[in-house]
């Protein structure tokens, strides 16, 4: 599976994005799914999860309550909805979908778990 991840841009601390992560050559409602970051000179952390089958899904303490992952299975994408940003959240955005099986909750938020990476999408929370 190919995974491209777009959405990211310049934002205001408060404001809000939607990261869109699309999916070829597969269907994605077949794969967990996450989200990873990684800031400048900071080794890459997990950020959100949902587990092939709902309503399975995780988030680092630091996003929780603020942003939200979410599929579209008709459309073979999967979303996270940021909102209140920080500056703390900058950085390049990844979408990531774990292998075949279906993982135990904490393999989740090992970046170990996930076989197929997009390129990563940036985001700057500035004012």
């Known amino acids: 599976v190919q995974l491209q991840a777009s959405g990211g841009g310049l934002v205001q601390p408060g404001g809000s994005l939607r990261l869109s992560c699309s999916a070829s050559?597969?269907?994605?409602?077949?794969?967990?799914v996450g989200w990873f970051r990684q800031a400048p000179g900071k080794e890459r952390e997990f950020v959100a999860a949902?587990?092939?089958?709902?309503?399975?899904?995780y988030y680092a303490d630091s996003v929780k309550g603020r942003f939200t992952i979410s599929r579209d299975n008709a459309n073979n994408r999967v979303y996270l909805q940021m909102n209140n940003l920080r500056p703390e959240d900058t950085a390049v955005y990844y979408c990531?979908?774990?292998?075949?099986?279906?993982?135990?909750?904490?393999?989740?938020?090992?970046?170990?778990?996930?076989?197929?990476w997009g390129q990563g999408t940036e985001v700057t929370v500035s004012s």
């Open positions: 990531a979908a774990a292998g075949p099986g279906n993982p135990i909750s904490s393999a989740y938020f090992r970046s170990s778990t996930y076989l197929y």
């Open positions: 050559g597969s269907t994605l409602s077949s794969y967990g």
């Open positions: 949902r587990r092939k089958n709902a309503p399975g899904t």
